[in-house]
């Protein structure tokens, strides 16, 4: 079994290719490759004291053998850091090639 690690990335303002660009060597060093959507951003919207706010979502994905949970715990919070965000969506799912 493998795992699918999916980050639902915002990305806001002009630092937005740059943000990606980082991302992808960073990811790409540790596990060798990465998926990134950029072509198709998925938009995320919720509200927030009664407005509603929006981001443009970039989906990007990382396959790994292992789950090391506290690795991406650590870069969650690195990025919403990074990023000005209050929370970052890092998910994962096991699954099975075909």
Do not use: C
Request: hydrophobic content about 40%; proline content about 2%; aromatic content about 6%.
């Amino acid at each position: 079994m493998s795992y699918l690690v999916e980050i639902l990335l915002p990305i806001t303002g002009d630092d937005g290719r740059g943000a990606l660009e980082r991302v992808r060597n960073e990811l790409t060093e540790v596990f060798g490759g990465v998926t990134m959507h950029v072509d198709a951003p998925a938009e995320g919207i919720w509200k927030n004291e009664g407005d509603v706010d929006r981001d443009k979502i970039v989906v990007v994905e990382v396959m790994t053998e292992h789950l090391n949970r506290e690795w991406w715990e650590n870069y969650r919070r690195e990025l919403e850091a990074r990023l000005g965000q209050d929370e970052i969506v890092i998910r994962a799912a096991q699954v099975e090639r075909l």
